[in-house]
């Protein structure tokens, strides 16, 4: 890949926007190749952790591409299609973000399910500066991350969150000096749980209302299968 670096271990998926020299913009090039690797991610499910090569997470969405764009691109919802099908991924997602993540790089770090920070971290959407407004997702991921208030302080008021505020506000799980390795000891802890119940859990977060039916129909899966069966059974062992 050319904007990407992909490692694929046993149980995770490490991802690294690799446009260095322009702070891991997004470009159309990129986002291809994201798509590739949600394809292969939903084939063969693995935990995805998504970082930036340098200081720097993801400057935003290039913007010589974007003054190109026109009203039938923006209907395709180019961005928008991709950060969503991230969101959608069947296991859990991490962000690992130094540095920027500014506009498109923003809405790319919400669509994860997880972010860590370093204390260089900056989040933000400065498009409405642009003549633009943050349309691929951040105007329905942000409220539910950081609550209305926050979010249309940066969306409508030009606000940035520095890595304490975004700490503060809930937007990152913690800051640390190498949010990368965090990332790793956080996805062995998930690795360690089980896949399905991750999938179910994380699919009934996901879903939009309350849906209790729904939370008892998944659990019935979980109860009657082996894998339930095996973990009990060692954890009532290890506790005699």
């Known amino acids: 890949m050319n904007t ?3 490692e694929e271990l046993t149980d995770r998926v490490v ?3 690799n446009r260095e020299k322009q ?3 997004i ?7 994201l798509h590739e690797v949600c394809a292969l991610v939903e084939q063969d499910p693995k935990i995805v952790i998504l970082t930036g090569a340098g200081e720097h997470f993801a400057g935003g969405a290039d913007i010589n591409q974007l ?3 026109t009203r039938d691109d923006a209907l395709r919802g ?6 969503d099908r991230i969101a959608a991924l069947p296991l859990p997602t991490i962000a690992a973000v130094r540095g920027y993540a500014l506009g498109g790089g923003a809405e790319l770090s919400y669509a994860c399910d997880i972010r860590i920070a370093s204390p260089t971290a900056v989040f933000g959407n400065p498009e409405p500066g642009l003549g633009i407004m943050a349309a691929a997702g951040a105007s329905y991921r942000l409220p539910t991350l950081v609550g209305v208030s926050v979010a249309k302080q940066v969306l409508l008021g030009g606000r940035t969150l520095d890595a304490s505020v975004a700490l503060r506000s809930g937007l990152v799980l913690d800051v640390v000096d190498e ?3 965090a990332a790793h000891s956080l996805a062995d802890r998930i690795a360690k749980q089980a896949p399905l119940a991750l999938k179910l859990t994380k699919k009934i977060l996901d879903a939009p209302g309350s849906h209790p039916w729904a939370d008892d129909i998944a659990q019935a ?7 339930k069966q095996r973990r009990m059974t060692a954890f009532l062992e290890k506790k005699k």
């Open 23 to 25: 702070r891991n913009a």
């Open 221 to 227: 899966v979980l109860f009657e299968t082996e894998d």
């Open 4 to 6: 990407l670096v992909v």
């Open 67 to 69: 003054r190109a764009r």
């Open 27 to 33: 470009d159309s090039e990129m986002i291809g190749e």
């Open 179 to 181: 949010p990368l390795g």
């Open 15 to 17: 991802v690294t926007l």
């Open 78 to 83: 180019i961005n928008r299609n991709l950060f």
